[in-house]
C-alpha cells in the first residue's frame, strides 16, 4: 500500500513539475540566439499524454489488487471453513471413541468385581412365565417355539406378514420358551434351497428364504442380551457342528454366483454370511472368501452390521473398488458412508462418474438402423440413473456438495421428450374402424344388380329378426389362458443401471 501511495503522490505532482519546466523553457528561449523548431505547446500535449497513460495503467494495478485481495479474503474463508469441518469430525470421533472406550472400562470393571466377590451367578436363559406369555402379541409364537415346531413357525410368519415387524420384536422373546434355540433355528432352515432350477422364481421359496434369515437374527438378537455362559449353553458344540455342516453344504452353491447376483441383494449370500455370524463359525472360512460375497449383498440393509461382526471392516475398501468396475457407484457411496471412508473415495465424484457412465452411447446404439426402442434406452438408462443419485443425495445429505436442482431439471427436460415422442407415434398410427353400436356388419355393395345372386331379393325367412351377436361372438375367444401361455420372464441384465427405485426397499425381516 505504501508504494501505491508514493505513486500516487509522484502523478499528483506532475502539474507542479509542468509548471517549472514551462518557466525554464521561457527562460531558455529567451537568452537564445538561435531559433529552435520545438513550441512550447508539442512539449506540453508530450507530457500530458504520458501523464494520462501512466494514470490509466495506474487504475488497472490498482482494480488488478482489489481483486487479488478479495479472491485472497474468499480462499481463506473457504480453508477456515474446511478446516473447522475436519475439527468437528475429528472431535465427532474422540467423542465415540471414548465412549466405546468407557464402555469397554465397565464391562471389565463389572466382570472384575464378580470375579474379586465370587459371584458365580448362573447367567442362564430365563424361561418364559404365564404373564411373559399373555404380555405378547402374538402369544402363539411362544407355544410353536416351546413344541420345536419350525415348519409351522414359518407358516405362522407367512400367513401374519402383515404384522411382521412386531412379530420380529417378539421371537427373540418367544425363542426363550425352546427347549433348543439353536436347534430350532437350524431346522428352520430346511428347505432354503429346492433341486428345482425354476425355485428363485417361486415367490413362496423367496418368501421362506427371508424367513430364515429373519430368525437367524433374531437368534443373534437373544444371544447379544445373554452372558457368555448363556451363550454356550444356547450354541452348544452339537448346536455348532450342525450350523457347520449347513454351511460347508450351502458354500459350494454360491461358486455359481457372480458379483452382479441379484444386483446386490442375493438372499443366498445373506443367508451364508448371518449363518456363520449368528453360530459362531467364521473359523472354517478365509475372510477372503467371506469379502467375495460381500458386493453380492451389497443393498441389504444388514450388510455393514455382518461386515463388522465378521471383521471385514478392512477388506471394505477393496470391495469398493470392486463395486466401481462394475459400474455400482451408488453401493459403493453408501458402504463409503457406513465405514466412514469418505476422504478416500469421495461421494461427489463417485456420483457425478455414474451419471457419466449412464449417458455413454454403446456403439451398438450408434447405428442408424436400429429400432426406436433401443434408441430410447439410452435416456431410459440416464433418468433412471439421475434419480438414483438424487435419492443418494437426499440419504446422505449431501446438498450443499452436489445441489440436486440441475438433476431435477434434467429429469423433467427427458421426462417431456419421452412423452412427446410417445403422443407423436400414438398419434402416427392408424386408428382402427369403429364397429357400429348394434353390431351388425356393413356389406359390400353390389355395383352390378345383373350379376348378383338372384336369391338377393328372395323370401326372408323366420330368422332374419335374429340378434346379431348370436352369430358375431359365439365362438371367438375374449379370455387369456394362463394355463397354455405361461410368462417366461427374461433374466435380468441391467446390472450397471438400474431403476431408481429397484433399491432395496426397508427390509422388514
Known amino acids: 500500500m505504501e508504494d501505491v501511495k508514493s505513486v500516487a503522490t509522484l502523478l499528483e ?9 514551462q518557466r525554464a523553457f521561457a527562460e531558455l528561449e529567451s537568452h537564445r540566439a538561435v531559433t529552435l523548431g520545438l513550441k512550447w505547446k508539442q512539449i506540453e500535449d508530450h507530457f500530458h499524454g504520458l ?43 474422540l467423542e465415540r471413541l471414548q465412549e466405546k472406550r468407557d464402555a469397554a472400562v465397565v464391562t471389565i470393571a463389572d466382570a472384575l468385581a464378580k470375579r474379586t466377590n465370587g459371584i458365580t451367578q448362573p447367567d442362564d436363559v430365563k424361561k418364559l412365565s404365564d ?20 415348519q409351522g413357525l414359518h407358516k405362522f410368519i407367512s400367513d401374519n406378514r402383515k404384522n411382521l415387524a412386531s412379530i420380529k420384536e417378539e421371537i427373540p422373546i418367544a425363542l426363550k420358551a425352546a427347549a433348543d434355540p439353536g436347534g430350532l433355528v437350524l431346522d428352520s432352515l430346511n428347505g432354503f434351497y429346492v433341486s428345482s432350477e425354476d425355485g428363485k422364481k417361486d415367490s413362496n421359496l ?3 428364504r427371508r424367513t430364515c434369515i429373519m430368525l437367524m437374527e433374531c437368534l443373534s438378537i437373544l444371544l447379544t442380551n445373554l452372558g457368555d455362559e448363556s451363550v454356550s449353553k444356547v450354541i452348544s458344540k452339537a448346536v455348532k457342528d450342525r450350523a457347520k455342516v449347513i454351511a460347508e453344504e450351502w458354500k459350494p452353491k454360491l461358486d455359481g454366483l457372480d458379483v452382479d447376483a441379484s444386483n446386490g441383494n442375493s438372499l443366498e449370500a445373506h ?57 455400482r457407484h451408488i453401493d459403493a457411496v453408501n458402504l463409503a458412508f457406513s465405514f466412514e471412508l469418505t476422504q478416500r473415495f469421495s461421494p461427489v465424484l463417485l456420483l457425478k462418474s455414474y451419471l ?7 456403439s451398438v446404439i450408434k447405428s442408424p438402423n436400429l429400432s426406436p426402442n433401443a434408441q430410447n434406452d439410452v435416456s431410459e438408462r440416464e433418468l433412471f440413473a439421475l434419480k438414483a443419485v438424487i435419492k443418494c443425495i437426499e440419504d446422505h445429505k449431501l446438498e450443499d456438495e452436489y445441489p440436486p436442482g440441475p438433476l431435477q431439471k434434467r429429469i423433467l427436460h427427458l421426462e417431456k421428450a419421452k412423452a412427446d415422442k410417445k ?30 345372386d338372384k336369391s338377393f331379393y328372395g323370401r326372408m325367412t323366420d330368422n332374419r329378426y335374429a340378434p346379431p351377436t348370436q352369430y358375431m361372438y359365439e365362438n371367438r375367444p375374449y379370455a387369456y389362458n394362463m394355463a397354455t401361455a405361461p410368462y417366461n420372464m427374461p433374466p435380468n441384465r441391467a446390472h450397471y443401471f438400474p431403476t431408481a427405485y429397484q433399491y432395496q426397499a426397508p427390509y422388514l425381516h
Do not use: W, Y
Open 13 to 21: 505532482s506532475t502539474t507542479s513539475k509542468m509548471q517549472q519546466l
Open 51 to 93: 501523464e494520462k497513460s501512466l494514470k490509466r495503467r495506474f487504475t488497472v494495478l490498482e482494480d488488478q489488487e482489489k481483486e487479488f485481495e478479495t479472491k485472497t479474503t474468499q480462499s481463506q474463508q473457504i480453508l477456515e471453513r474446511r478446516q473447522a469441518a475436519v475439527m468437528a469430525k475429528e472431535a465427532a470421533s
Open 131 to 150: 404373564s411373559d406369555v399373555k404380555a405378547l402379541t402374538n402369544p402363539q409364537l411362544a407355544k410353536l417355539c416351546e413344541e420345536n415346531d419350525a
Open 206 to 208: 423367496l418368501g421362506q
Open 271 to 327: 443367508a451364508f454370511l448371518q449363518l456363520v455370524a449368528t453360530f459362531g463359525i467364521d473359523s472354517g472360512f478365509v475372510r477372503e472368501d467371506l469379502s467375495k460375497l460381500i458386493p453380492m449383498v451389497s443393498r441389504r440393509r444388514q450388510t455393514a452390521d455382518l461386515c463388522r461382526f465378521l471383521g471385514l471392516s478392512e477388506k471394505i475398501p477393496s470391495v469398493i473398488d470392486v463395486l466401481l468396475n462394475n459400474g
Open 356 to 362: 457419466t457412465e449412464s449417458r455413454r452411447v454403446p
Open 423 to 452: 403422443q407423436a407415434t400414438e398419434v402416427s398410427k392408424p386408428q382402427p374402424k369403429r364397429p357400429r353400436a348394434n353390431g351388425i356388419s356393413i356389406a359390400p355393395r353390389h355395383t352390378n344388380i345383373a350379376a348378383a
